[in-house]
């Protein structure tokens, strides 16, 4: 098991809005560059976060605070709070 790995992938697809946008797009293509940067997931963690709901790191991210986000200068700002 690779749970630091795991902690490490969540961490950035919740504080990372470029990342996030990459997954909704195509989880398989992070999964693989994550890999590929030296990082380990099992098979049965790789599916697992591939198969987790992109709306839902969404809403994790608008809870966070937003100086622990790692902002896009790519794509109009984030919503802002309620």
Do not use: N, Y
Request: net charge neutral; no cysteine.
């Amino acid at each position: 098991m690779s749970q630091k790995s795991v902690e490490a992938l969540l961490g950035k697809l919740v504080t990372d809005e470029e990342l996030r946008q990459r997954f909704r797009r195509d989880p398989a293509d992070v999964l693989q560059s994550f890999r590929q940067t030296g990082w380990d997931l099992s098979t049965v963690e790789a599916e697992a976060i591939r198969s987790l709901d992109p709306a839902a790191l969404e809403r994790l991210a608008d809870a966070l605070d937003p100086r622990l986000q790692k902002a896009s200068l790519h794509e109009s700002p984030r919503r802002s709070r309620p």
